[in-house]
Nanobody, 114 residues
Framework: QVQLVGSGGGLVQPGGSLRLSCAAS????????MGWFRQAAGERELVARI??????FYADSVKGRFSVSRNAANTRLYLQMDNLKPDDTDIYYC?????????WGEGIAVTVSS
């Protein structure tokens, strides 16, 4: 059974940085993309995504502040979050998915507050 284990959340002041990590318990065949979501108002929204080709996507709200990356084996996913704002406070989830499968990590709490 595949597990995605996330880490790196916590409390940070506005303007600060955090780096989220997500580790897969094994290789993930058939995966097309990996990404980060956050639980906004009851619905998970895509924050950043990286395709196996390396192409990236960012939500408008995080462009220029967040950066998504992964390792070559697609077993590690990262989200560098800079210039954090109080509105970034949320539960973040990593996800890996392909046409016939989807794996979610457990939530990672991020709090941006002074």
């Amino acid at each position: 059974q595949v597990q995605l284990v996330g880490s790196g959340g916590g409390l940070v002041q506005p303007g600060g940085s955090l780096r989220l990590s997500c580790a897969a318990s094994r290789t993930l065949p058939g995966i097309e993309a990996m990404g980060w979501f956050r639980q906004a108002a009851g619905e998970r929204e895509l924050v950043a995504r990286i395709h196996v080709s390396g192409a990236t996507f960012y939500a408008d709200s995080v462009k220029g502040r967040f950066s998504v990356s992964r390792n070559a084996a697609n077993t590690r996913l990262y989200l560098q979050m800079d210039n954090l704002k109080p509105d970034d406070t949320d539960i973040y989830y990593c996800r890996a998915w392909g046409r016939a499968r989807s794996y979610w990590g457990e939530g990672i709490a991020v709090t941006v507050s002074s």
